[in-house]
Structures are given as C-alpha cells and as structure tokens.
C-alpha cells in the first residue's frame, strides 16, 4: 500500500461527496469496488476511483458531473426504460440477498455474500447519477409557476406534494404498527409476543450497513410504554387519515399534471418509483446484515476477536484468517483497533484496495475536507417547502442521537435510517447531499417536515446550538448567530 500514491490520487482532483458510511471496512471494501469495478445496466457509467474517509464516501468530482450529463442525456430519450432496467437489475439481487442464509461463516460463504452488496452499491451509484440528471430536468420540463387543481405550484411545491411514495416505507409501517401494539398494551393485554416479532420485522432498521445492533424487543417496549399513555388509537386514526388525504390529493394533482404537463409527469412518476427501489435496493443489504449478525460475531469470537474488530478487516484480511486461523503478516488488533478510530480506503479501477489507519487515515481526510471558512448563508434544493428558525443540532452520525431535543433543525451529512428518532423530533432538515431521491428528500414529504439538501457544507458551516434560519421555498439556509428560543412559522 502506497501513501503517497493515494495522498497525490486525493489530492489532484476536486472529489464529491457522495454521502456517509459506518465504521465497517469489511463491507466499506465491497462498495468501494462494486462502484469502480463492476459495469452498469441501466446507466453505464463507473468512477475511475472512490474513497471512504472516516464515515464519508467521494469519487472525483469532475468526472461525477461528466456522468450526471450523459445521464442525463440518456434519460432524456428513454427515461422509463431506463427506470426498468434498473428495477430489473436489482429484483434478483434483492431476491438472494433476502434468502441468504449461511449455517456458518467461511471464506467461501464469506466471499459469496459480500459480492452481493456490491452489486447493490453498483445499483446505489446509478441511482445517485440518475438523481443528479432528474433535478436537472425536473425544473425544465415546468413553468416557474403554475395551476393545477384550482392551486398555485410551482416546481418544488408540486414534488412535495405529488411525488409520494408508491410503497409503504418500513419506518412509516413501523411507526403504525407500533401504535397497534400500544393500543393493546393499554387495553390491558400481554404483547410480548407482538414485540418479539416487531423486533424481528423491524429491527434492522436500526443496523444500517451491519454495524449497529439491531433494535431489540425490550428497544421497543419502552417506546410503546411511552406511547400506550397519550391514547395511541387516536393517534393512530387520525395518521392514517392525513396519509388518505394526502395521497388522495397527490392523486388529482397527478392526473392533471399528466394531461396539462405530460413530461413533468413522467418525471415525477419516475422519482416515486425510483424511490422506492432506492430503499428496497438497499434494505436488503441492513436486513441480511442483520439476519446474519449472530454468525459475524461467533466468527469473531473463534479468532479472539470483538465483532467490532472482525469488521475492521478488508475482505482479504478476513478470507486469510478463515482460511489460516491467523491474521495476515504485518496486520494486527493494534491496527484494528486503530481503524475504528479513523480508517481511509482509496480503490482506483484495475487497482488493489489502499488501507489507511490512525494518523495516517486523518490525514488523507483533512486533506479532502479542510476547515471550512466561515459562512453565514448556504444555499441548497428545497425538497419539502417551509420557514423554520431554530437552533441546529449538527449529527455527523446516529451516534450524536443524545444531543437531539425537541424542534430543533437536524444538520447532517445525509440521512438515513437510523436517523429517524431524531428526524421526528426535528422542525426542519439541512443535509450536506442528496437530491430528489436521497433519504432526507422522501422523509421530509412523508412527514412533511421543511428540508433543504445539497447544502454541501452544513456541518461544517454550522455549529451546535447556533440559530439558523430554513427558507424551504427559496432553498437558503441562514447563521444568525443568535441562539435565542427556537420560533417555527407556519407553512
């Protein structure tokens, strides 16, 4: 492994952020190569290289845009096509990956398993490149303002509100369930057994790319003890009744938007169905990470090892000590250990995977992300429309969740899953990524909570408790400084 071959990689392009990670290079290895290596379907591009730096993904960022333009460029002339081969790509993917289920782990069933994920994190790639070129196009295919249904729109207020889902996401299914389950807990009734197989269905939720663990039934007895004291039937009721309302709205805007504005429908027909196999897409992944967890950590355990440290080995790493009952020569749990710390992985197409631990790993990342300059403005897309002020609460991961209080505005990288308990205690979302399709842009229309994406330098631009200001009709987010009490308008 070269250093100086990877600091001169990093360092002689502007790279792009693509997102965050957790902290496991085991499968951290498989995406960065599943991305650079493997070829595409439906959109057949790949970067030249990708690098993880301590929880945050990059590709460089001149060639991403190159793509995002020929992405578009296929979109334009075949853009359902386009949606299929991508939901043809993934079904069997999907199919296997939900079925997979190793008696026990040996380099064999361990290389076997991990060659899945990459094939989603290729579909992963496509679908960033295709979110790129659909907020290119959507804003063309639309007149800056508009009527349909008797209402004003314009581009951004008609994706809020039309661009629903197709599917029942999991966190909104599991929220009802929930509430199901606290009815009957105040009713009086044993539910044990409905926790237990709550947990099992849902659990994964919590363990995005295999490393946190996944909620428990005693994780979700307190919530529903919580929940069975404010008359969770109503709640339940009335949830469900705004859902009706509001699909049933989206549905008339829909059928007018397709006569009056044809393309623009198409487009956001394909963002509710791209949408929703971004999650399954992905889902599959969390959901055999977490099936297969108990096996990990007995693996972990006949080697002396935490499932933490096992998780901290590259894929090679990993095949040599089933395979050897030893580490590789040079490798040891001081570096494992290290790596949990701070990590680095560069892969260039054609190439081997670049390692970096401790010291060394930092470097490479403050290299890509130096300090950021003050600021007092950013500007990014408004997904979902409002006017929040507020005080940020700045999350780089779910690990922060504790610094989360009640309406204030959620900062972070970009969302995910395991970020919902504290996106449902936020008054507005500021991420430095996504677009369309990302996590942030569906939750905030599902729970219609103002949001703003494509910031880029949020959580570095602003701090914890400061007061910001969330325009999500013009997509500016404002530092005032100020840290006064926290002041949501009505939208």
Not at 77 to 95: D, M, T
Request: aromatic residues 8%; glycine residues 4%; neutral net charge.
């Amino acid at each position: 492994m070269n250093y100086d071959y990877a600091f001169k990689l990093v360092s002689s392009s502007q790279w792009r952020k693509m997102g965050r990670w957790k902290n496991n290079i085991l499968l951290a290895c498989e995406l960065v190569r599943g991305a650079t290596e493997l070829e595409g379907t439906a959109i057949p591009f790949s970067p030249s290289s990708y690098a993880i730096f301590d929880h945050n993904q990059f590709v460089p960022a001149r060639e991403f845009e190159q793509d995002v333009e020929k992405t578009k460029t296929i979109l334009e002339r075949e853009l359902p096509q386009s949606v299929e081969n991508l939901r043809l790509a993934s079904a069997p993917v999907v199919k296997e990956l939900e079925g997979i289920a190793p008696t026990k782990i040996t380099s064999e069933s361990l290389r076997h398993l991990l060659s899945l994920p990459a094939l989603q994190v290729r579909r992963w790639y496509e679908l960033m490149l295709i979110d790129g070129a659909l907020s290119k196009l959507y804003p063309q295919s639309l007149p800056a303002e508009f009527l349909l249904c008797g209402k004003n729109f314009t581009p951004s207020s008609l994706l809020a509100h039309a661009a629903l889902p197709k599917i029942l996401f999991p966190m909104v299914e599991e929220e009802f369930k929930l509430l199901e389950i606290a009815y009957c807990r105040r009713q009086g009734q044993d539910v044990s057994g409905q926790l237990e197989r709550h947990a099992e269905k849902f659990g994964w939720l919590a363990s995005l790319s295999w490393w946190d663990e996944p909620n428990s039934a005693r994780h979700y007895e307190k919530i529903v003890e919580e929940l069975s004291k404010n008359r969770p039937e109503e709640k339940l009721a009335t949830k469900i009744h705004q859902r009706q309302e509001q699909y049933a709205a989206a549905e008339k805007i829909l059928q007018e938007l397709s006569r009056k504005f044809p393309r623009a429908f198409e487009i956001v027909d394909a963002v509710r169905e791209l949408t929703g196999l971004r999650e399954e897409n992905w889902d599959a992944v969390s959901k055999a990470g977490a099936r297969l967890r108990p096996l990990l950590r007995k693996a972990a355990a006949e080697f002396h090892l935490s499932l933490g440290q096992f998780m901290q080995l590259a894929p090679k790493e990993a095949y040599y000590l089933l395979e050897n009952n030893a580490l590789p020569q040079g490798k040891s749990i001081d570096e494992l250990n290290a790596r949990l710390k701070h990590y680095a992985i560069v892969h260039a197409k054609g190439g081997d995977f670049l390692i970096f631990s401790g010291s060394e790993a930092q470097k490479l990342h403050e290299l890509v992300r130096p300090p950021q300059k003050e600021m007092s403005e950013l500007h990014g897309m408004p997904v979902f429309q409002g006017r929040v002020t507020g005080r940020a609460c700045v999350m780089q991961t779910s690990d922060d969740m504790a610094k989360m209080q009640q309406e204030m505005v959620l900062v972070c990288p970009m969302s995910d899953p395991d970020f919902m308990a504290a996106i449902r205690k936020a008054s507005a979302i500021v991420a430095d990524q996504g677009g369309l399709l990302c996590h942030a842009a569906i939750v905030a229309r599902e729970l219609q909570i103002p949001c703003v994406v494509g910031t880029e330098h949020a959580t570095r631009a602003i701090k914890d408790g400061e007061e910001i200001i969330v325009d999500a009709y013009k997509g500016i987010v404002t530092i005032t400084k100020n840290k006064s009490q926290d002041a949501r308008e009505d939208y």
